[in-house]
């Protein structure tokens, strides 16, 4: 397969046309066969349901070529799972598992000349999305809805070496107790908006939420989970229910505890604890951990003993089992690892 005429390395977090997506759509009742096309544009009623009332869910995971040059894609019956989730809460009809990843390896396959090269530390950004189709203007789910799934080529996501964040504890909520913070709905994103706006205008890199309901215990920044750890070498990932589950999350604390031997724990984590903790990171599908130099809290600012340069000593190892797992360079535990 020849690939595209790309300098790799350079690309940055993106969208560009690539050439085959994926689409489906749900009719009385049912799915259709769907498959691939080439038109990049989606043609709806002005009134459709996600237009009016932002139904619509999605899901993020990156193709990408392993060491002996296999194209493979991480833990996507995750994605498919928690898709599924994600749809229910937003009285959506689930697209079935079964398809949701065959229509993955297909789209994947399809634009394989997308797939960056190994060493590039490029990827294949992964987006399958549903929407509601149809028209709606009293309140009530869509009647007809669409499953895609788009790919983009992603760079590296430390491209200039890495550089911890710093991050403002947020004056704004992220996700309500008992609202949709479980489930990857764009309305959550809509929302953050002017609160990264704001955090980037004052010159920090991301928000710190903590619950809305007491503003009292860590739960995420917009789009990635916290991971920390603790002075005694614990690994300690906030456990919350307006948290959006992170594969990268829940695969890093399965990582700690079976590759590195390290004792990993999901519990709530007052605010009150973060300044006592040895290391910081954010993990999600993009950066896998992005590590956290600093919090500013109203005036009070907590550096991490790790530093403003680089990674702290375990952020550091988890990262590299796991982008070691992911690459082929680490046997993976079964079924984390699907070759398209
Ligand atoms: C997607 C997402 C994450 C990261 O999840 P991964 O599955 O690890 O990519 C974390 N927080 C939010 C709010 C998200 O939408």
Same mark, same amino acid.
């Given at each position: ?15 560009? @046309? ?10 009385? /009742? ?10 990049? +544009? ?11 009332? #932002? ?16 194209? %493979? ?21 689930? &697209?079935?598992?079964?398809? &949701? ?56 996501? &430390? ?35 002017? #609160?990264?706006?704001? #955090? ?24 990635? +989970? ?10 300690? @990932? ?25 004792? #990993? ?31 500013? +809290?109203? /005036? ?20 590299? @089992? ?15 690892? %699907?070759?398209?």
């Amino acid at each position: 397969m020849e690939k595209k005429n790309i300098d790799w390395g350079s690309l940055g977090f993106g969208y560009q @046309t690539t050439d085959y997506r994926y689409v489906a759509n749900f009719k009385n /009742g049912a799915w259709d066969e769907g498959g691939l096309t080439t038109d990049s +544009n989606i043609v709806m009623n002005e009134c459709a349901g996600v237009l009016q009332y #932002a139904q619509t869910v999605f899901e993020g995971m990156k193709a990408y070529t392993t060491e002996d040059g296999r194209t %493979v894609v991480f833990r996507p019956d995750l994605n498919a799972e928690r898709m599924e989730n994600s749809a229910r809460r937003l009285e959506m009809p689930v &697209f079935p598992k079964e398809r &949701f990843l065959e229509a993955v390896k297909e789209t994947v396959r399809a634009n394989e000349a997308w797939v960056p090269p190994y060493g590039t530390g490029a990827s294949l950004y992964i987006r399958p999305y549903m929407f509601g189709s149809s028209p709606v203007i009293g309140v009530k789910p869509a009647e007809e809805y669409q499953f895609r799934i788009l790919v983009t080529p992603v760079g590296p996501y &430390f491209k200039g070496g890495i550089k911890p964040l710093t991050l403002k504890v947020s004056d704004f909520d992220r996700a309500a107790p008992h609202g949709t913070g479980h489930i990857k709905a764009g309305l959550n994103y809509a929302m953050s908006l002017h #609160a990264i706006v704001t #955090a980037h205008e004052e010159g920090y890199d991301e928000n710190m939420y903590l619950d809305a309901g007491t503003r009292t215990f860590v739960e995420e920044t917009g789009g990635a +989970n916290f991971l920390f750890v603790t002075k005694d070498g614990t690994v300690v @990932t906030p456990k919350s229910n307006s948290i959006l589950p992170s594969i990268t999350r829940r695969s890093l604390i399965y990582v700690a505890q079976h590759y590195l031997g390290l004792k #990993a724990e999901e519990r709530e984590i007052p605010f009150e604890e973060v300044k006592d903790m040895a290391e910081c990171g954010l993990c999600g599908t993009a950066a896998v951990i992005s590590p956290v130099g600093r919090i500013d +809290n109203h /005036g009070e600012t907590i550096l991490f003993p790790s530093g403003m340069t680089e990674m702290g000593p375990i952020t550091k190892k988890l990262y590299e @089992t796991l982008t070691g797992i992911q690459m082929g360079r680490i046997e993976a535990p079964e079924g984390w690892i %699907v070759e398209v």
